[in-house]
Each structure stands twice: as C-alpha cells, then as structure tokens.
C-alpha cells in the first residue's frame, strides 16, 4: 500500500496517455494530441503562478486595458503571454485569438491546412484573484480548414475544446466531441490524471446560477424562470431550488458539470446595445460545446449557441447553459414572450440580429 501512497498515479490514465488513445483514430490525431500537451503545459505553469497570489505581483500592473476596458491585472497578461508563446512555439497553429488581444495573431502569413486555430480566454474571471478565488482558462480549437484564417467559423465546428479550473485543486476539463474528461493535476508528478471519465449533466436540476443583482434588466422569459425557481414548492415548479454564483464562467459551469445545474448569462437591457456580457468565440462556444458533449443544452434562449455564426473575434452572446430540459423550458419561456409581442419596430423583444450583431 504504501507504493500506492507515494506514487499516486500507479494505474491511473494520465492526460498523455488519455490522448495517444483518444487522437489515435482522426487524421490530424497526432498533432492535436501534441497541442493539447502544449496547452496542458501552459496551464500548469498559470495553475503555478495563481497559486502564488500576491507574491506574484513583483512587476507592477502595466495599466493597460484590454479590449472590452477592463483593468488588465499582471497575471491576465502573464498568462496571455504563457498563451502565445507556447502555442507559437509549438508550430501547430497558424494563428490565435485571445480575450486580451484586439486583433487575431497571426504565426503563419499564410494559413495552413495542416494547422490549428486556438482561441483562448487566458485568464477568466481574473477579479477573482484579488480574494483567492477560483479562475481559469478556457480555450477552443479549430481546424485551419484550407488555411483561411478564418476564426469566424460557428462553435460547431470546434474540433477540441477545454478549460483549466485553479481551485483547491487544479483540473482540466476537455472534449474531443466524443464526451467530456476531467483531469486533477498531481502536484507531485506535475501530471494530469483521469479522475472524472465521461462526465454526465443530470437533464433536470434544482441548480441555478445567475447574478440576481441585474434581476430588473433581464428580459420577462428569464424573470419568469427564475421567480418559478424562488417561488418553491409554492410555486409552479413544485419544489426548492438552490442559488450558486462564483462569477468565474469557469468555476460556475464547472459546478454544473459536477453536481449539475443551469447556468444564466442572460441578455439585459442595462446596457442595451451589448447582446450580451459573455464573449461568444472564447467563452460561450469552448463552454456549449462541453455541456453539450456532457448531455447538456446551451442557447441564447433564442437560438442553440453553438450554431452562431460570429461577425468578429470579440462578440458577446447571452448564454443559458446546463441542464437539459432546463434549458428547454427557459426557450420555451422565450418563445411564448415573443409569440406575444406586437412585430413592429418598438417591439421590446430583441430581435434575434441583434444577438448576432458586435457591441
Ligand atoms: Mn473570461
Ligand atoms: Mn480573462
């Protein structure tokens, strides 16, 4: 027994062993099994330096802002340039596009069919450091079909994708599109571990996450769902429901992946122009393909996210993410609010372009 103490990985699936099975039967098997080695490397490394909380910061915040006019904090930019450089240096993309760079970054000056597009959220829900909790990373891999560059593409067209979790302990949660694993990082071996095999979203749940703060700015459908949720075993719904919000995407989803749930980022009409909070290519997309892989539903309430086609890089969507048949209802909420507005022009229902549409 104590061989198995010291040694805690002895007959355990590691993430390389995981993905020389995995990738073994697809065309571009190998090289994706290399990238996503690369980028389990670079997580490692982030998972290293959040651990490290304020000992980190020797270097000052630089006091920048990124694209959206967040304050960048030094290890949103750390962790971008642990990004770039691996996946530079790995010569299996032809380009990326990361939350804290305006424009795609182009390796190749011309595409590569051979060659992958990532599309990353280096450090998400990185305010949370500040008070030591969980962050993450979140990434999506694409084909460079016919080496066009193109990043443009719908979600479903994602070939891999994952997101690290920094907690207590740190995992990475990846899919392949043939259902979705879940690693524990080893601190001993510095090795990823199969511990959660084909994760499952149970399609009913008393789960629900959102950020009740905005409640007067979310749309009918989803002030309806969720007054349903409070009112309890009074209410409509017949029994309790439970609030949970970590506000780290992350952590958020990863709770739904674990004990199930739904997940709302809804659109709200504080800030009207802007379709939503959450970044469709880098966020919503790496998360929707994974709930679904898990039996999950993800929608804009409207539309399936995952079936978006992005007008650019940055893009914000409402998402309404998780259990199955949750999901469903909250559509229905929707579909039955629009049935009822009138169709000219000052109709409060937002058109379905306007989700579409850049901020
Ligand atoms: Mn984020
Ligand atoms: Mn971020």
Not at 280 to 287: C, I, K, Q, R, V
Request: glycine share 8%; net charge negative; proline share 4%.
């Amino acid at each position: 027994m104590k061989s198995l103490i010291n040694n805690p990985t002895n007959n355990k699936t590691t993430f390389n062993q995981y993905l020389i099975k995995a990738c073994r039967d697809s065309v571009s098997g190998a090289s994706l099994a290399n990238l996503l080695i690369n980028i389990a490397e670079c997580t490692k490394k982030i998972a290293a330096l959040t651990s490290k909380g304020k000992l980190v910061r020797s270097v000052e915040n630089v006091g920048a802002t990124n694209v959206q006019g967040e304050i960048q904090i030094n290890l949103d930019v750390l962790s971008n340039e642990l990004f770039v450089s691996s996946l530079k240096q790995s010569g299996l993309v032809s380009g990326l596009v990361s939350e804290e760079l305006d424009d795609a970054y182009l390796i190749d000056e011309v595409g590569n069919g051979n060659k992958f597009l990532v599309v990353f959220d280096p450090l998400d829900g990185s305010s949370n450091v500040d008070v030591n909790v969980s962050v993450g990373s979140i990434f999506s891999i694409y084909k460079d079909n016919l080496g066009s560059l193109d990043f443009l593409e719908p979600g479903n067209a994602q070939i891999a994708a994952g997101y690290a979790l920094y907690g207590p302990c740190t995992m990475l949660v990846i899919t392949l599109g043939h259902g979705v694993q879940g690693f524990t990082l080893d601190t001993e071996t510095q090795e990823f571990v199969l511990t959660h095999s084909n994760i499952r979203i149970p399609e009913t749940t008393s789960d629900f996450s959102i950020n009740s703060s905005n409640e007067r700015h979310w749309e009918a459908p989803v002030q309806r769902y969720i007054d349903s949720c409070k009112a309890g075993v009074t209410g409509v719904r017949g029994r309790d429901f439970n609030m949970r919000w970590v506000a780290s995407m992350v952590a958020d989803v990863h709770r739904i992946l674990m004990r199930g749930g739904v997940y709302l980022y809804p659109y709200d009409n504080k800030q009207p122009t802007k379709a939503g909070r959450l970044r469709l290519l880098y966020e919503a997309n790496p998360m929707s393909f994974i709930v679904e892989q898990a039996g999950g539903k993800s929608s804009t309430g409207r539309k399936r996210v995952l079936d978006i086609k992005p007008d650019e890089i940055h893009q914000r969507v409402p998402v309404i993410m998780g259990a199955r048949l949750e999901v469903s209802l909250i559509e229905l909420y929707h579909s039955e609010f629009d049935s009822t507005q009138p169709k000219e022009k000052d109709s409060i229902a937002p058109k379905q372009s306007e989700f579409t549409k850049s901020s």
